[in-house]
C-alpha cells in the first residue's frame, strides 16, 4: 500500500504511518485537514 523509498533517493522526513494515521482520522472523524490537532505531521505534508 505505502511505496518503499526509491534508492539512491532522498531520506523520508515523515513517518508513513503517522501519514497513514492523520488519513484515517479525518475519515473516521470526519474533521477538516485545517483542524487537525498539532501533534500530527503538518497538513501540506499529508
Known amino acids: ?3 518503499e523509498a526509491k534508492p539512491g533517493g532522498r ?3 515523515v513517518d ?3 501519514i497513514l ?3 484515517f482520522y479525518i475519515l ?3 474533521v477538516r485537514w485545517r ?3 498539532g501533534d ?3 497538513r501540506q505534508t499529508v
Open 11 to 13: 531520506k523520508r522526513e
Open 40 to 42: 500530527f505531521p503538518a
Open 35 to 37: 483542524a487537525l490537532p
Open 28 to 30: 473516521v472523524e470526519e
Open 21 to 23: 494515521n492523520v488519513i
Open 1 to 3: 500500500m505505502i511505496p
Open 16 to 18: 508513513m504511518w503517522e
